[in-house]
């Protein structure tokens, strides 16, 4: 168990939909990062956050948003789905300036 | 920019033995962060080693270690006497250690381990 948790784990909704994924950091990171990883391919960097601030984006659809809460649990939000925006989407937190980032169990979105 | 590569899609390896994945690296930042993840069919990423570009020893940790190559810019991972359960997906990823910490991923080297 590495901490850091993902709700919900699974996800089926229909094209136009919006949804929302939730991640609970690890007790004490202040960085959280989103990452997207479709259909056998690599994670795709989408938006980090410390502390409550954007710190960081990549290649996040304007259709996508997110946020971080006081409590440092943070939101992601897909809007105006689209099939291919089906994929795995994986949240993960770390410490500033440690090493690793510990994953949670990803949120599994399924387009239909 | 920062990128990782990973040339191998796929790897077999029996079991009991060694079995080595590559990764290459491009960065300008002289200080950074390398890092391999396993992601087994169950779908949660593991982490699984860790080592800094000013780390002078490669990095160890049970039966995975980091061949670093600072000059050839390779972090490739080994993995010793390979178990049925290391089949997996590997992930090679790099962080910069200063401004933002974003981790950038390679493609992936999927591993099966033969009995």
């Known amino acids: 168990d590495s901490g850091v948790t993902q709700t919900p784990k699974h996800l089926i909704t229909a094209t136009g939909q919006r949804v929302t994924l939730r991640c609970s950091p690890r007790?004490?990171?202040?960085?959280v990062y989103w990452y997207q990883q479709s259909l056998d391919q690599g994670l795709q960097f989408l938006i980090q956050?410390?502390?409550?601030?954007?710190?960081a984006k990549g290649n996040i659809l304007e259709r996508f948003s997110a946020q971080q809460f006081p409590d440092l649990h943070s939101e992601l939000n897909l809007s105006s789905l689209e099939l291919g925006d089906s994929a795995l989407y994986f949240c993960?937190?770390?410490?500033?300036?440690?090493?690793?980032?510990?994953f949670g169990q990803g949120t599994r979105l399924t387009v239909v | 920019a920062q990128k990782i590569t990973q040339t191998q899609p796929g790897m077999f390896v029996q079991e009991k033995e060694a079995v080595t994945l590559d990764c290459t690296y491009d960065?300008?930042?002289?200080?950074?962060?390398l890092f391999w993840y396993k992601q087994p069919s169950s779908g949660e990423m593991i982490f699984l080693i860790y080592?800094?570009?000013?780390?002078?020893q490669n990095a160890t940790e049970g039966r995975y270690s980091l061949n670093f190559q600072k000059a050839r810019k390779s972090a490739n991972l080994v993995i010793s006497a390979s178990q049925l359960g290391d089949s997996a997906m590997y992930f090679c990823?790099?962080?910069?250690?200063?401004?933002?910490?974003?981790?950038?991923f390679g493609t992936g080297t999927r591993l099966k381990v033969l009995a």
């Open positions: 993960a937190s770390s410490v500033v300036g440690a090493t690793e980032a510990f």
């Open positions: 007790s004490g990171d202040l960085s």
């Open positions: 956050y410390y502390n409550g601030e954007e710190r």
């Open positions: 960065t300008s930042d002289q200080s950074y962060g």
């Open positions: 080592q800094g570009s000013y780390d002078e």
């Open positions: 990823a790099m962080r910069r250690t200063s401004g933002t910490y974003k981790y950038i």
